[in-house]
């Protein structure tokens, strides 16, 4: 399903800050959401989520934690704290719950302050509340190692519907994925971005990889910001550098009230 979305992608710089008592109530906050922008552009990017300082020091404590990564796939690919949609397409989803709370404790315990600054950037995003979603992991790190199948191949071509209940899902309730540059690869490692929303169907149509397209980039502890129905892939990347990032997926369960998970 095409749609009438410029192929952009939308620079907020100065990054979004916390809901300020300006934005109520004389201003309605509907206004105000960076998120609507998503309507008009592929994407949206926020620069300097976290300070290069910030940045480096997640990155190793990432690496710090690699006996307490989880391999996805055969070890193509690797997180701290657990995804659900890995688990899911692994039939896994059990461990996912089973664990979710251990899975937090390790985000914690080894990023500390990471879970809490990706939901204040949803919050900033949104203008709105972003809550744990109750059951689930929440935010966690992607790791892609260099020269894997991602590295060379890309990623699997997909929406970010999986973790969408059926309700919402129906809806097309607003629904983003938020994701922050930890490590960028030597190069290339963009996320590619069609003009092609979810239409029902988990898999995308062989003719919706002809619609139009952009490939975004990210910037060392930048992000990205897409709509969760919005068709997109890994772009492939070069040279011996992981890819690192770290990602949290928010759906708008009522008007302003946000719920978010890995
Ligand atoms: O790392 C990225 O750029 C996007 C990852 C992704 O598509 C996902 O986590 O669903
Ligand atoms: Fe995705």
């Known amino acids: 399903m095409p749609t009438a979305r410029r192929a952009s992608v939308l620079r907020l710089d100065p990054p979004p800050g916390p809901p300020s008592a300006a934005s109520s109530p004389a201003s309605p906050r509907a206004m105000l959401r960076p998120v609507d922008a998503l309507d008009h552009h592929f994407a949206l990017e926020v620069p300097r989520v976290f300070a290069e300082a910030e940045r480096a020091a997640l990155v190793a404590g990432v690496r710090a934690a690699q006996a307490e990564w989880t391999a996805d796939f055969g070890?193509?690919?690797?997180?701290?704290?657990r995804a659900f949609y890995t688990h899911l397409?692994?039939?896994?989803?059990?461990v996912y719950f089973a664990d979710a709370?251990?899975?937090?404790?390790?985000?914690?315990?080894h990023l500390p302050g990471l879970q809490r600054r990706m939901r204040e950037l949803v919050a900033a995003l949104t203008g709105g509340l972003a809550q744990p979603r109750r059951g689930f992991c929440g935010p966690g790190v992607h790791i892609f190692p260099a020269g894997e199948k991602v590295a060379r191949e890309g990623g699997v071509v997909h929406f970010d519907t999986e973790g969408l209940s059926d309700y919402h899902l129906a809806r097309r309730l607003r629904a983003i994925t938020v994701v922050v540059m930890l490590e960028l690869p030597d190069a290339d490692g963009g996320l590619k971005l069609w003009d092609v929303l979810y239409d029902g169907r988990d898999d995308p149509r062989d003719e919706a990889l002809s619609a139009r397209s952009l490939v975004a980039g990210y910037s060392p502890?930048?992000?990205l910001v897409i709509d969760s129905y919005r068709l997109h892939q890994i772009q492939p990347f070069p040279g011996d550098r992981d890819r690192i990032s770290a990602t949290v997926h928010a759906a708008e369960i009522d008007s302003g009230r946000w719920e978010t998970w890995f």
């Open 89 to 94: 397409e692994q039939g896994r989803s059990r």
């Open 75 to 81: 070890g193509e690919q690797f997180s701290l704290g």
């Open 101 to 109: 709370a251990a899975s937090d404790a390790r985000v914690e315990r």
């Open 221 to 223: 502890g930048g992000a």
